[in-house]
C-alpha cells in the first residue's frame, strides 16, 4: 500500500514530506561554499589593488581593467553557463564552473604584467559568474517550498562571509608581510578551498526537476532517491506536464518579459553600488577619512581595517534576510533594502559637510557604510538573488537567472570601471548622490514590475504573468 501511495505523490509532495537529508544539506552547502569563494575573490581585489597598482606602477585606467575583469567574465559566464545548464544539466556546469576558479585563482596569483592579471581575472570570473544561476536553480529545484526562501538567502549569505574573509585575510598577510608582493598570496588564498569544494561537488544528483522537464521520469525516480534518500517512483500521471521548448528568446516574449524586467533591473541597479562600493571601500576610506597616513602601507592596512569593521554589517544584513524573508514578502524586504542603501550613501556623501577628521565626518562615513551594507543584503542582494531562481520555469530557470545575473555584472561592470575614473573627475559626495538614486530607481522598478513568487515551484508558474500595458505592444 505505502508503495502504491509513494507512486500517486508528485515530487513537491514528497519535497514537503521527506525530512531535510543529508543529501540536499551537500546540495546546500556546496552551493553556499561557491558563493562564499565568490565573495571573497571580488572583494580581495578591494584589498590587493592599491599594492598591486603600486607594483606595476599601473595608471587609473589600467587599474581600472584589473578590477574589472573578472566582474566582465561574470558577465559572459551568466550569460552563457546559465543557458548550458538549461541544455546539458545543472550538475556538470556546476563542477566546470569550480575548476575554472581553481585554475584562474592560481594563474592570477602568479601574474607577471598587468595584461596577464586581467586576462586570468576574465577567466576566473567566468566562472564566477556561471555559479550564480547554476547555483540558485539547484537549490531552488532541491528543497521544499516552506524552506525555499531562506536556504537561498543562507546561501548567498555566505557571499558576505567570503567578502569579510577578504578583508580579513588580507589585513592578516598585510601584517604577516607588509611589502608590495603581499598580493600575490592574497589573490592565492582561495584555492585550497575551491579544490575541496570541486573533490566533493562530484558526487552531487543531477536536479530532479530538470529531469521532469524533458520527461525523462527514470532517471528523475533515480535521482530523486538519491536527494532525498527513499525510494520515489515518478512518472507522467504524479508530475508537472513536460515543459514545451523554451530559449533565451522566450525571455522577452509576452508571456516572460515583466518577469523578464523584475529578475534583471533592479539587480543591474543595485550591482552598480554594491561592487563599485564594495570594491572600493578601502579606497573609499584612505581618501575619506584616513587621507593623513604617511606610509602607503599603512594607509592601506588602516583602510582594510575600517572596511572589515564596516563589511561586518553585511552579516548582520544577511542574518535579518534570513529571519524576515519567512516572515515578510520578497517584494518589502527588496523595496526597503533600496531605500536603506540610498540613504545609507546619502549619510557618506553628507560627511563632507564636516570639518575632515571630525566626529561628524567619521561617523557619518562609518555611520553610512553600516547602513548601506545592512540594508543591502538585508533585502536587495539576498532578493534578487532569490528572485532570479524562483521566476522562471525550470526549462530556462538557469537562462533566466543568468541573464538576470549578467546584466547585475554589467551593472558591476560599470560600477568598477567607472567609479575611480568618475571619483577623480566630480570627487566621492556627487557620485555616492548618483548611486543614492539609483538605489531609489531600482525599488521603484521594484514595485512597478513585481511577481509574487513564494508559491511552490509548479505553482508559480502555471499562472500566466500580466504585461503592463505600455509593454503589451512592443512584447514579441
Not at 521603484?444 to 509593454?471: I, N
Request: hydrophobic fraction near 55%; aromatic fraction near 12%; avoid cysteine.
Amino acid at each position: 500500500m505505502s508503495t502504491v501511495i509513494s507512486a500517486l505523490k508528485s515530487f513537491e509532495q514528497h519535497l514537503d514530506d521527506t525530512p531535510f537529508t543529508k543529501t540536499q544539506r551537500k546540495v546546500w552547502i556546496l552551493s553556499a561554499m561557491g558563493v562564499l569563494l565568490d565573495g571573497f575573490d571580488f572583494f580581495i581585489i578591494g584589498v590587493a589593488l592599491p599594492l598591486i597598482a603600486h607594483d606595476f606602477q599601473m595608471n587609473a585606467a589600467t587599474k581600472g581593467l584589473v578590477a574589472v575583469a573578472a566582474v566582465a567574465g561574470a558577465f559572459f559566464g551568466a550569460l552563457v553557463f546559465g543557458q548550458v545548464a538549461d541544455r546539458i544539466g545543472r550538475k556538470g556546469m556546476f563542477m566546470v564552473d569550480i575548476i575554472l576558479f581553481v585554475i584562474f585563482s592560481a594563474a592570477s596569483a602568479a601574474a607577471w604584467n598587468p595584461a596577464s592579471l586581467i586576462v586570468f581575472r576574465f577567466f576566473l570570473g567566468v566562472g564566477i559568474g556561471a555559479d550564480y544561476p547554476i547555483g540558485v536553480s539547484y537549490i531552488a529545484e532541491s528543497v521544499p517550498t516552506r524552506l525555499r526562501g531562506r536556504l537561498i538567502v543562507g546561501a548567498f549569505a555566505f557571499q558576505a562571509l567570503g567578502s569579510l574573509l577578504g578583508v580579513l585575510i588580507g589585513l592578516l598577510i598585510l601584517k604577516a608581510d607588509p611589502t608590495l608582493q603581499a598580493w600575490r598570496f592574497m589573490l592565492a588564498f582561495g584555492v585550497l578551498p575551491a579544490v575541496v569544494v570541486v573533490i566533493m561537488r562530484d558526487g552531487l544528483p543531477e536536479s530532479v526537476r530538470w529531469h521532469l522537464a524533458r520527461g525523462n521520469y527514470e532517471k528523475a525516480s533515480h535521482a530523486a532517491s538519491t536527494l532525498l534518500e527513499t525510494p520515489i517512483t515518478l512518472n507522467a500521471q504524479n508530475s508537472p506536464p513536460v515543459e514545451s521548448a523554451l530559449s533565451f528568446t522566450s525571455l522577452f516574449k509576452k508571456r516572460y518579459v515583466r518577469r523578464t524586467i523584475f529578475a534583471s533591473v533592479p539587480w543591474f541597479l543595485q550591482d552598480i553600488s554594491t561592487y563599485g562600493i564594495g570594491i572600493f571601500t578601502p579606497t573609499i576610506m584612505a581618501a575619506m577619512a584616513l587621507g593623513t597616513s604617511a606610509s602607503f602601507i599603512a594607509k592601506d592596512m588602516g583602510a582594510t581595517e575600517g572596511a572589515a569593521a564596516v563589511d561586518m554589517l553585511l552579516v548582520v544584513g544577511f542574518i535579518l534576510a534570513i529571519v524576515l524573508v519567512h516572515y515578510v514578502s520578497r517584494i518589502t524586504l527588496q523595496i526597503v533594502g533600496f531605500l536603506g542603501m540610498a540613504l545609507g550613501l546619502l549619510m557618506v556623501a553628507a560627511s563632507s559637510l564636516f570639518p575632515a577628521a571630525s566626529g561628524g565626518h567619521m561617523g557619518m562615513i562609518f555611520g553610512g557604510f553600516m547602513v548601506f551594507n545592512a540594508f543591502m543584503n538585508m533585502g536587495p542582494n539576498a532578493t534578487t538573488y532569490l528572485l532570479s531562481g524562483e521566476t522562471f520555469p525550470t526549462s530556462i530557470r538557469a537562462t533566466g537567472a543568468g541573464f538576470a545575473a549578467s546584466m547585475a555584472k554589467f551593472g558591476a561592470v560599470l560600477g568598477t570601471f567607472f567609479f575611480p575614473l568618475l571619483k577623480a573627475e566630480f570627487g566621492i559626495p556627487a557620485l555616492l548622490i548618483v548611486l543614492a538614486i539609483a538605489s531609489a530607481l531600482a525599488a521603484s522598478v521594484t514595485y512597478g514590475f513585481r511577481v509574487d513568487t513564494r508559491a511552490s515551484l509548479d505553482a508559480v508558474h502555471v499562472q500566466q504573468p500580466e504585461v503592463p500595458q505600455y509593454l503589451e505592444a512592443r512584447a514579441g
